[in-house]
């Protein structure tokens, strides 16, 4: 059992370009959670994903960022026109039910230079 | 003001020493949960706790309900502890973890 496997763990953009952040959850995880952790902030929640379904994305930026759970795959985390404030760390974690057995993934490092 | 806050922000102890971290928090929980970071790392889940007291090797994790206050003990400290603890919590109701800044706790040899 591979845990929670986020890749890339180091990503590069330029500004305006698109980043895709993945995660794969844990075997037998059907829940997905993105976080954001800011430099020198606290983790943030973004979005909560069931498969093919948003739960609640009360905390996505309502421009430029979007995430899904196909059936198939990986969660995708997308980010379209990046600019330097959305440089940070994005976790992912996964959990087989609601904030039950919770398990985080290491993390993508956005960079936007 | 955040739905949990941690105390302190910042930790230095020597090896060998009992370490504190404390949390509290604001809203109704479902459970707390303690995170650890390691630099430029990934995030493990350390305890979930609902109710009274957990114990994983050297890592003590407390909670009381009724005064909405969590801490995490560490005995005999060792700098491979060395890291930034974090509380979450889960709330009643929501989808979503309320999370501290954050303790960074450094052991030095």
């Known amino acids: 059992n591979a845990g929670v496997m986020q890749n890339p763990r180091h990503l590069v953009r330029r500004r305006g370009q698109e980043a895709r952040l993945r995660c794969s959850p844990m075997k037998g995880h059907s829940h997905v959670y993105w976080y954001r952790q800011l430099p020198e902030e606290g983790l943030k929640f973004m979005v909560y994903?069931?498969?093919?379904?948003?739960?609640?994305e009360s905390g996505m930026p309502k421009e430029r960022f979007s995430a899904e759970f196909p059936k198939e795959g990986p969660s995708i985390l997308r980010i379209q026109q990046v600019v330097r404030g959305d440089s940070a760390a994005y976790f992912c974690a996964s959990s087989p039910a609601q904030f039950y057995g919770y398990t985080f993934g290491s993390g993508t490092r956005l960079t936007v230079v | 003001k955040n739905e949990v806050e941690q105390s302190p922000q910042n930790l230095t102890a020597q090896e060998g020493e009992f370490i504190t971290i404390n949390c509290s928090y604001s809203v109704g929980i479902s459970a707390l949960h303690w995170l650890q970071q390691h630099p430029g790392g990934g995030i493990v889940s350390l305890f979930m706790l609902s109710s009274g007291k957990k114990k994983h090797g050297r890592l003590i994790a407390t909670i009381n309900i009724q005064e909405k206050h969590s801490s995490l003990h560490i005995t005999a400290s060792h700098p491979r502890d060395s890291a930034v603890y974090i509380c979450a919590a889960s709330p009643n109701t929501g989808n979503q973890f309320y999370f501290g800044t954050g303790t960074s706790l450094t052991v030095i040899p």
């Open positions: 994903l069931q498969k093919e379904n948003i739960i609640d």
